[in-house]
């Protein structure tokens, strides 16, 4: 299992709301491969937000209901990817540290992950 600072915030909140953390050494397990897609599609429902919004604000004829819920859906798009860009900020800052104590083997590249 990983140390304590190396828990991967996973995209998701428990029942109470808190946060959801993973500890494991297989970044290729089920849990960790199914946060991948989860963050994959929470970034890229935000990307369409965002193409959706500015659509809407160039409309002068949009109703200020709609302004409403789209500012709450931004809201939590945004809240969606602050968590993971924390997520991954932790977890690069691990591999930081990693590679920092593997100065004597040499450089240390992470594996890359593709689709």
């Given at each position: ?13 428990g029942?109470?709301?808190?946060p959801?953390?993973?500890s ?9 491969r ?5 963050e ?5 429902l ?6 959706h ?35 991954r900020g ?7 540290l ?7 083997e ?5 594996a890359?992950?593709?689709g």
């Amino acid at each position: 299992m990983t140390p304590r600072n190396e828990l991967r915030l996973l995209p998701w909140s428990g029942p109470d709301g808190r946060p959801c953390y993973l500890s494991t050494d297989d970044e290729d397990s089920h849990l960790s491969r199914l946060a991948n897609k989860v963050e994959a599609l929470q970034l890229d429902l935000a990307d369409n937000l965002v193409s959706h919004t500015l659509e809407v604000l160039g409309d002068e004829t949009t109703e200020l209901e709609e302004l409403r819920r789209l500012s709450a859906e931004l809201t939590n798009a945004l809240k969606d990817t602050l968590r993971v860009a924390t997520s991954r900020g932790h977890r690069l800052a691990a591999l930081d540290l990693t590679a920092r104590e593997r100065d004597d083997e040499g450089p240390y590249l992470p594996a890359a992950s593709f689709g």
